[in-house]
């Protein structure tokens, strides 16, 4: 569904075929580039309301993560290797996530960037700015609503919420600037794994599994699960909204965004833009060269 007049500048709306065929392109990667490009014009062009739902749900997902996270540090203490094991409970939010297609944050730093740097026209950045604005703030009261619910519901024993409490003051251990730069390494990763999913097929799931368990082992901070956790530390008293927002939520949102968009995508672009820019002389070279020959034997003729 798309609102009224809401459409992204590109060739296509124009009346411009784009060539998607991964032979007719000069690189396998031009190929995922465009592929990803295209669902990314088609999420900036999606009703607000919409894409508002869907990050609702995408938050409250991923209190999944948490939940995995803190049921097997409470039930593995002890166990050789359980930091392994805990920590895969991380990847739990992040399968239903994506696997049901609704909308991260994060994810979007790559995916809808594309067209936007593809195309950098002003509306291009208008519609990038309000899928950004709706989507993180579906995913934030989606991360409210399933802090609200581990706290307050009788859902969970006592060792099970006291694993909760662990896992979020350690996240809070950390100053601003290792937030910050955290932040920008698990936002490359998630780039990393939204470029990998075109050539994936049925191994997605092994993707999204091991990229995110390894967030998550590298104990990187990622806004949206990381807003769960600290959430919860608020709803039980234990920190104030102030520092929810510093040193937490400010120094993460802005590493996600730098690495999933600034690092990640526009290195990839740059790459795609030159190999399509080669392909373009080449073509011209070979269509002068024709027509030479042609102007040629017209003469001789």
């Known amino acids: 569904m798309k609102e009224d007049n809401v459409e992204v500048d590109s ?27 295209q669902d990314g014009e088609k999420e900036l062009e999606r009703d607000s309301l919409a894409l508002l739902f869907s990050a609702i749900a995408a938050g409250l997902s991923m209190g999944a993560s948490l939940m995995a996270k803190g ?35 994060t994810e979007n730093t790559v995916t809808a960037v594309l067209p936007v740097m593809h195309k950098p026209t002003g509306s291009n950045f208008l519609l990038l700015l309000r899928l950004w604005s709706v989507v993180l703030l579906g995913n934030l009261a989606g991360t ?23 896992i979020s003051h350690k996240v809070m251990e950390h100053t601003p600037g290792e937030m910050f730069a955290n932040a920008i390494v698990s936002g490359w990763i998630i780039a990393t794994m939204v470029w990998m999913f075109p050539s994936a097929g049925a191994a997605k799931i092994w993707i999204i599994i091991l990229m995110t368990w390894l967030v998550a082992l590298g104990d990187l901070a990622h806004i949206v699960v990381g807003s769960v956790e600290v959430l919860y530390l608020v709803f039980n008293g234990a920190i104030s909204w102030q520092e929810f927002i510093w040193p937490f939520a400010l120094p993460t949102l ?21 190999d ?24 001789e003729g």
Not at 11 to 37: D, K, M, Q, T, Y
Not at 254 to 274: K, M
Request: glycine share 6%; charged share 25%.
């Open 254 to 274: 802005a590493g996600n965004i730098i690495g999933g968009t600034f690092i990640f995508a526009v290195i990839s672009h740059t790459q795609i833009r030159n």
């Open 71 to 105: 049921i097997f540090q409470a039930h593995l203490a002890g166990v050789p290797g359980a930091y392994l094991f805990e920590n895969l409970g991380y990847t739990f939010g992040f399968i239903i996530v994506i696997m049901a297609r609704q909308q991260l944050f």
């Open 276 to 299: 399509m820019s080669t392909r373009q002389k080449a073509q011209a070279k070979a269509e002068a060269k024709k027509r030479r020959k042609n102007e040629k034997e017209k003469d």
């Open 11 to 37: 060739e296509e709306n124009e009346g411009e075929e784009i060539e998607v065929n991964e032979e007719a392109l000069p690189s396998r990667a031009a190929a995922i580039h465009e592929e990803i490009r």
């Open 144 to 166: 409210a609503l399933a802090s609200l619910a581990f706290t307050h519901m009788p859902i969970f024993d006592e060792a099970t919420r006291q694993a909760f409490m662990a």
